[in-house]
């Protein structure tokens, strides 16, 4: 089968968090196209990718690592760009420069997997789904959680009437990351990270809300500096309307132990995921029982849909229009922590 040539634009922690959950682990690398000829969905298995050239802002930092990894590191993204080999990009690069790369991705002809948040600006979002799609190549964004097969499971149950009417979501993702944030950072830049943990951790449930419940109508935040001193904010809360009507309450916590928890209640039920694997539901007249779930490669999963959808496969799990709405979503946030007021998402 042939595989997804690719490059890694941007080398830092999470760039290498990518490449490792694929590069030289596709189990079908080799396999015959009859091999691989669709399930019974009707759409081709799984596709491969693999990661060949990149281009990150310190290639020195990165040179042994990329070695390792038969990754060619070329002198900027123009270069990338420009490679004939390269059929792909994957962009874990600063969030102010993925609105601007997707574009000039798209204009070269190469299929964009872009990291969150997709871009800073609802304009600018679609500006950039416009280029990919003017040049008819794939764009995925990286919002990893909707692989897990909990999140299938909580969607079966809102799809299915388990739940009954949904009237509230809960939502909390919050890490220690910003403790090691110093001056001179691209993330301890206010510019790159507003409120807080927003832009690693806060914006992946805002897109688990859209996900599970749909779109956003309204959001009220605060969000402040209890103890960071490096400019960023620590605490980042706010209550959300869905256009359903149902409501919300979400955190984000940018100076605190690692914590991830996803609630829906309806009126029939409520389930709690807790962490990535132990999905909690209580009947409205029964008691709490608790599932465990499978320990899942989400990023792994994530390329591999990408490469999928590029092969002709599968449609990437994530419609562009509700990557524009995510940044939708925290424009508005943004917005409203800054003016003490609910604003509605344009």
């Known amino acids: 089968m042939t595989m997804l040539d690719t490059a890694i634009v941007g080398m830092g922690k999470w760039g290498r968090t990518l490449v490792d959950s694929v590069q030289g682990k596709n189990s079908f690398e080799g396999a ?6 669709a399930a019974p969905s009707g759409h081709l298995a799984p596709a491969g990718l693999r990661f060949v050239a990149g281009c990150t802002g310190r290639p020195e930092r990165a040179a042994d690592w990329a070695a390792r990894q038969g990754i060619r590191i070329l002198p900027d993204f123009a270069a990338v760009l420009a490679d004939p080999a390269v059929k792909a990009v994957v ?9 601007e790369q997707v574009m000039a991705a798209a204009r070269a002809g190469k299929h964009v997997f872009i990291e969150k948040p997709f871009t800073m600006t609802k304009a600018s979002a679609e500006a950039a789904v416009a280029a990919c799609r003017a040049a008819g190549v794939v764009m995925a964004l990286g919002h990893n959680r909707r692989f897990l097969p909990a999140i299938a499971e909580m ?7 388990r739940l009954g009417t949904l009237l509230h979501v809960e939502g909390q993702f919050s890490g220690p990351g910003a403790a090691g944030y110093t001056p001179g950072m691209w993330r301890a830049n206010r510019a790159e ?8 951790m806060g914006i992946h449930m805002v897109d688990m809300f859209i996900n599970l419940a749909g779109r956003i109508a309204e959001v009220t935040v605060q969000s402040h500096a209890r103890v960071l001193d490096n400019g960023l904010d620590d605490t980042t809360a706010g209550l959300f309307r869905f256009e359903s009507g149902a409501t919300a309450n979400f955190a984000t916590l940018a100076l605190a132990p690692r914590f991830w928890r996803v609630g829906l ?17 209580c009947p409205r007249d029964g008691t709490p029982e608790t599932r465990m779930f499978p320990v899942t490669d989400i ?5 591999t849909a990408f490469a999928t959808a590029v092969a002709g496969g599968a449609p990437y799990p994530l419609p562009l229009e509700e990557a524009i709405h995510g940044v939708a979503v925290y424009e508005a946030m943004i917005g409203a922590a800054a003016s003490g007021s609910t604003y509605r998402v344009a």
């Open 193 to 200: 990270s507003p409120l807080g943990g927003m832009g690693g």
């Open 32 to 37: 015959s196209d009859s091999d691989l000829r």
């Open 155 to 161: 969607k079966a149950m809102l799809a299915d009437g």
């Open 265 to 281: 209640f309806g009126t029939d039920a409520w389930a709690v995921l807790h962490g990535h694997e132990s999905l909690t539901v």
């Open 91 to 99: 962009i874990a690069s600063p969030h102010q420069m993925h609105a």
């Open 299 to 303: 990023e792994a999963a994530e390329l």
